[in-house]
């Protein structure tokens, strides 16, 4: 499985940004998917994820009501909309697809990752 991530680019603070994530194969339209970003120095951390099928979204506290994590049904794209932007959303984020139909928040749960696209956050 390949992803293909796009949409990050640099946006000022209370900005919005929308990234998409796209699998190569129909096989991770039976998994779930999930967002991660890493800053530098330090380690990958959980953004968000959402099931299979499109539904139990889950996030992390500091992107809650911010974020809006989406796909169809059995679909192998997955969207992040980032709205009202914080310097501190500075990172590299990276799509996976999980081993499981439904992910949360380990990555240990997820087994094929994009490769990253930048989200600068100016203040």
């Known amino acids: 499985v390949q992803l293909q991530a796009s949409g990050g680019g640099l946006v000022q603070a209370g900005g919005s940004l929308r990234l998409s994530c796209a699998a190569s194969?129909?096989?991770?339209?039976?998994?779930?998917m999930g967002w991660f970003r890493q800053s530098p120095g330090k380690e990958r951390e959980f953004v968000a994820s959402?099931?299979?099928?499109?539904?139990?979204?889950v996030y992390a506290d500091d992107v809650q009501g911010r974020f809006a994590i989406s796909r169809t049904k059995g679909s192998s794209t997955v969207y992040l909309q980032m709205n009202s932007l914080k310097p501190e959303d500075t990172a590299v984020y990276y799509c996976?697809?999980?081993?499981?139909?439904?992910?949360?928040?380990?990555?240990?749960?997820?087994?094929?990752w994009g490769q990253g696209t930048l989200v600068t956050v100016s203040s």
């Open positions: 959402i099931g299979w099928d499109g539904d139990r979204a």
């Open positions: 194969r129909r096989t991770s339209s039976n998994n779930g």
């Open positions: 996976a697809v999980s081993r499981f139909a439904y992910s949360g928040r380990s990555l240990s749960n997820y087994n094929y």
